[in-house]
């Protein structure tokens, strides 16, 4: 900012107040541009790169693209790196939807139960749940690991369940890592929720009420209608968290090797093997795994916005 | 289920006594909807923490059980003599500061180029918070190959500008700062849009008066507008501060192991790799701890002025 | 939160009320082991032991996802399925440099007791962290692997002292790699005219690297840098060319002579100064790539690497050739790989035949031959194993010593190595600083 205004204090005594408008335009809109070009650039190379085979990779300059009917150009390391990360996009999705979906329900009843019912002991849990969503991770793990591994194995608890068809025993640390994210994911979604329950028109509650509707019929024909938008904004905020997510299944899975592994903890060693580093198709399998999330932003980045806007402002 | 006759009240009892009354009614119809939410976080949140904790105050380590017989203070006091520790500390205090400065000031001057009346606004803000919907083990990926010595973009451009090529990734006195470069590339997007909330709840007439009034653009946005962004300032500094102090998964991707490279530990990859690699679990927890402990000092203040001007 | 270390295993140990015996395993084993019905089933043809199977599937962990060691664990899960069809199984590759992940992920699983039928790691110091523990971790496979079918007799000496502790077995050797190669490109070394043969010691083949850095374009040395280990690994080569065998194994029994060893690192700072400059993020096949490419002259580094080359296509003794490391001809530095049989075993029965398997002819020329090392049962034949892996065998057997790796977890126990390779992280990944490092590395081991 501070060399548009000093190129707006030079101009200003020297040209008429019609032509600093059009440069000061020119300049918006020239910072504009560079920083479409600063967010999309890395993003950008990525791309180009996983077309290129190896030896175009090493002899071309990274951001110069190779087309498919030039010589270097590949589609191996896709389909490479999608042979790689299939069974941990299967995983990444079978943990991100059940996740969301129940961090989401619950998110929304926990702050109903804060916004339109008056219940001594509100404030105290408000406040747990808002200083919740600031804990690091690190704090927490530790004891998760081995909660989930010694003391509550849901693989062994759930045996019966892997019997039926589509499960396998595997699936239990999935159980274990999707209850895990519901609660982590419980704080942040409740403190959306509750920021536009707040805003809610409070005339319209207290004539159901008169009209003797009680707690839930009023949730269930006055509130979740209301919310359908809101679940937009938190479902798509919180998928995104979810899908991304990484320590977790560190430590519950304890490492890529894990048969239900999400796509994020496969990401880590592939394009690693005797032949060298595979640039080429390490792009290819980060571009994958990130692909979901910017299907979603790209569809719905205005709600994304929301969601970090509004819970950022708690 | 009961309705609410009995709560609005025909007995002509002391006001006090009917609110009580309503309360704790309230407060058992209420119960199914927080119950089970509330719990969870209590026990994988809260219940974890303080098991953290109580783990801290062992001496765990290696393929064995905890045992609580005899709780101490023994592993803080190895943490303090720990010179890794105190590298891992100062480097953590650093890319806090820089990282949040670095993204507050960018953050907040690409706020105000999206406040103005430009095109595609909605298009641009989309564009600018895109990085921020990556995962950051895509994202230490993607920087890893932009700084890559032989055929990385960071290189060939400094090569072809006359400044040389630069190891970056194995220079102690670079890799802190590319580190946080790659962060604040992610996001400054996030600062703009958490400023732009607040941008939004300033009346335009504030603006329309001053500039009726002859005052210059950029000192309405100086005396006027900023200083009104104090809240919005304040809620993405904890954020991302909190953020910094947490930053794991970025370095791992970036270095494809627990131990970065010389230079770039901080305390949340020290941690990781005293429990999960070494196994030195009680070692790790407390480093938890102290990683908690920073976080409540940052948040707490923050919390307790939300509470204050009736926020929350 | 319970201070029983016993009862978080009950789940895991309903496991073992379907198996016939239980006394070798578990707590158990440690009084001794009676189990005798081990002996089922011959060896050749298909086995059927259906009846003393449970359900669980036999879960390996492994650390080969790619290239050669893919090929060869591949051939051994074929021929293991074959012999063995009615057994499910669950192989899971967890890859990265020097096992770092798959160590890693072991330990996770045996700390957080939910141990894998069968694991990949190294045998001999690697494992006291688990023998030593005091929660029994390992099971014991003295009778129900190694005394079957006399597989105790067929195997060499350095393989099964490094698989026992005790005197109870634990882990069958898969192969074993020579770990004191130095690479050459064939073509720079002939460029620089040089003749790397005549170098007798770490310290010759500095004028070399030289020689090459002035008449080509290539570097010296190629190096890894991405992880210090590589860097440990070199300077345990330098050690042990230049103070030699008996040097080596004092320092690696806690009685190292500083002045020794801070020549040697000297040594490796002087070597530091013909690297290539990317050092510090290439990974080890990466650093070998500058082999292939011509961008480097020389690069130490285990036999394994050869994998590289044929991979590539390039021809042994005229693209590529190698030297031991100067000062340790009379050497083979012990690389091994084994698979562990952790205690309370979620698949006992399954696991005892997988090893077995592992131990025999068939699966230690058919994981050799592809992963470019040499079988450790004396009986194996060596027919098809090509002119480079039949010199490393000739090698391995008339070498007068055989000192075991540092950086591959035979020499010392896991937590020495970590904090080793700590040392190396912090003082010797440039600049070079040699007294701290020495100082470091006589304080850990």
New interface residues.
């Given amino acids: 900012m501070s060399s548009a205004s000093a190129s707006s204090r030079i101009s200003g005594t020297v040209m008429s107040n019609v032509q600093e408008w059009d440069l000061r335009r020119l300049l918006v809109y020239t910072v504009a541009f560079t920083l479409i070009i600063v967010f999309l650039f890395p993003l950008f190379v990525a791309i180009i790169t996983s077309f290129k085979t190896r030896t175009a990779v090493t002899q071309t300059l990274p951001f110069v693209p190779i087309f498919p009917w030039q010589e270097g150009f590949t589609i191996a390391q896709w389909a490479e790196a999608f042979g790689v990360l299939k069974n941990g996009l299967l995983n990444s999705l079978l943990r991100a939807l059940p996740a969301t979906t129940l961090t989401a329900i619950l998110g929304s009843f926990t702050a109903y139960s804060l916004t339109q019912i008056k219940w001594r002991g509100q404030v105290p849990i408000l406040l747990l749940l808002v200083a919740a969503t600031f804990f690091p991770t690190q704090a927490a793990i530790v004891p998760l690991a081995r909660f989930w591994s010694v003391y509550v194995p849901l693989t062994d608890i759930l045996t019966p369940l892997w019997s039926l068809p589509l499960l396998k025993s595997y699936h239990g640390d999935l159980v274990a890592l999707i209850i895990t994210d519901i609660a982590y994911g419980i704080p942040i979604v409740t403190i959306l929720f509750r920021g536009y329950y707040q805003t809610i028109n409070h005339e319209l509650i207290e004539a159901a009420r008169v009209d003797g509707a009680d707690v839930f019929s009023i949730y269930r024909r006055i509130i979740l209608p209301m919310s359908i938008p809101m679940f937009a904004v938190v479902f798509i905020f919180h998928f995104t968290q979810v899908w991304n997510s990484f320590l977790f299944p560190l430590i519950i899975m304890s490492g890529s090797g894990h048969a239900a592994a999400p796509a994020t903890l496969v990401l880590g060693g592939l394009g690693q093997s005797l032949e060298g580093t595979n640039y080429g198709l390490r792009m290819a399998g980060a571009l994958l795994t990130a692909l979901p999330t910017v299907i979603v932003f790209i569809v719905a980045g205005d709600k994304f916005a929301r969601g970090i806007g509004d819970g950022g402002t708690v | 289920m009961a309705t609410n006759t009995g709560t609005s009240g025909d007995q002509p009892a002391s006001e006090r006594s009917r609110l009580r009354q309503l309360f704790r009614f309230n407060f058992v119809k209420s119960l199914p909807f927080w119950l089970l939410p509330v719990s969870l976080v209590s026990l994988f949140i809260y219940g974890a923490i303080i098991w953290n904790f109580l783990i801290s105050l062992t001496d765990l380590s290696g393929f064995v059980t905890a045992s609580f017989d005899q709780l101490d203070f023994e592993m803080y006091g190895r943490a303090l003599s720990d010179p890794q520790l105190l590298f891992a500390a100062q480097n953590t205090i650093a890319l806090m500061i820089v990282f949040t400065v670095l993204c507050l000031v960018v953050g907040l001057g690409m706020a105000i180029l999206l406040d103005r009346d430009i095109r595609h606004r909605g298009k641009l803000r989309t564009i600018y918070l895109l990085p921020f919907s990556l995962a950051f083990i895509v994202t230490g990926q993607v920087w890893l190959w932009m700084y890559n010595y032989n055929y990385g973009v960071v290189n060939t451009f400094t090569t072809a500008s006359g400044l040389g090529q630069y190891e970056i990734i194995g220079n102690p006195d670079l890799i802190l700062a590319a580190v946080i470069v790659a962060l604040a590339w992610q996001f400054v997007g996030y600062t703009m849009v958490v400023y732009l909330a607040g941008l939004r709840s300033i009346p335009d007439d504030q603006f329309e008066a001053a500039r009726v009034g002859g005052v210059k653009d950029h000192r309405i946005y100086l005396k006027v507008i900023i200083p009104q962004l104090k809240a919005s300032a304040a809620s993405a500094a904890v954020i991302l501060m909190v953020f910094s102090l947490k930053t794991f998964d970025f370095l791992f991707a970036m270095f494809g192991q627990y131990r970065p490279q010389k230079g770039a530990d901080i305390l949340a990859t020290m941690m990781v790799r005293e429990a999960f690699q070494k196994l030195e679990w009680a070692y790790g927890a407390s480093i938890a701890v102290v990683l908690f402990l920073m976080a409540l000092g940052i948040i707490s203040p923050y919390i307790y002025y939300q509470y204050k001007v009736d926020n929350i | 939160?319970?201070?029983?270390?016993d009862e978080?295993d009950e789940?895991?140990r309903?496991y073992l009320k379907t198996v016939a015996t239980t006394s070798v395993f578990g707590v158990a084993g440690l009084a001794g082991c009676s189990g005798d019905d081990g002996d089922a089933g011959g060896d050749g043809g298909t086995e059927q032991n259906t009846s003393e199977y449970n359900d669980?599937?036999l879960e390996v962990?492994h650390p080969w996802?790619?290239?050669?060691?893919q090929n060869a664990i591949n051939a051994v899960i074929e021929g293991f399925n074959e012999r063995y069809p009615d057994i499910e199984t669950?192989f899971?590759?967890?890859?990265?440099?020097a096992n770092?992940?798959?160590n890693?992920?072991a330990?996770?699983?045996?700390?957080?007791?939910?141990p894998p039928a069968s694991f990949n790691a190294w045998p001999g110091a690697h494992l006291t962290?688990?023998t030593e523990?005091?929660?029994q971790?390992l099971g014991d496979i003295t009778e129900s692997v190694w005394q079957h079918d006399n597989m105790e007799e067929a195997f060499i000496e350095e393989a099964k002292e490094l698989s026992q502790f005790d005197g109870r077995y634990v882990t069958v050797p898969i192969g074993s790699h020579r770990l004191n190669n130095l690479f050459f490109n064939v073509d720079i070394i002939e460029s620089a005219g040089t003749s790397p043969e005549d170098v007798e010691s770490p310290g010759d083949l500095i004028p070399l690297m030289e020689e090459v850095e002035a008449s080509t374009d290539a570097v010296g040395m190629a190096q890894s840098?991405?992880?210090?280990n590589t860097q440990l690994q070199l300077w345990a080569a330098i050690h042990l060319g230049m103070h030699g065998y008996q040097s080596y194994m004092d320092l690696m029994n806690g009685d190292g002579n500083i002045d020794s060893v801070s020549e040697s690192l000297e040594m490796t700072a002087q070597y530091a100064e013909f690297f290539n400059?990317?050092?510090?993020?290439?990974?080890p096949?990466?650093a070998?790539?500058k082999i292939m490419n011509g961008e480097a002259g020389f690069y130490h580094q285990g036999n394994?690497?050869a994998?590289?080359y044929n991979?590539?296509d390039l021809t042994y003794e005229e693209d590529w050739g190698w030297i031991a490391f100067p000062g340790t001809s009379n050497m083979y530095t012990l690389h091994m790989d084994a698979f562990v049989h952790p205690a309370d075993n979620p698949a006992p029965e399954k696991a005892i035949r997988w090893h077995r398997y592992v131990g025999s002819t068939e699966a230690q020329e058919k994981f050799n031959k592809h992963k470019g090392a040499i079988p450790l049962r004396s009986d194996a034949s060596m027919e098809e194993f090509g002119p480079f892996l039949t010199e490393t065998m000739e090698a391995f057997q008339n070498v007068e010593y055989r000192p075991p790796t540092l950086a591959h977890g035979l020499a010392v126990s896991p937590?020495i190595l970590?904090n080793l390779?700590?040392v190396f992280?912090?003082n010797f990944?440039?600049p070079y600083d040699v007294e701290a490092t020495a100082q470091g590395i006589i304080e850990t081991i």
């Fill in positions: 939160m319970s201070d029983q270390p978080p789940p895991r309903r669980t599937a962990l996802t790619g290239g050669g060691g669950d899971s590759g967890v890859g990265a440099t770092v992940q798959l890693q992920m330990n996770q699983r045996l700390a957080n007791q939910n962290q688990f523990s005091d929660r971790l840098m991405a992880n210090a400059e990317d050092a510090a993020t290439v990974n096949p990466s070998n790539q394994w690497m994998g590289g991979a590539n937590d970590v390779r700590g992280s912090d990944m440039g």
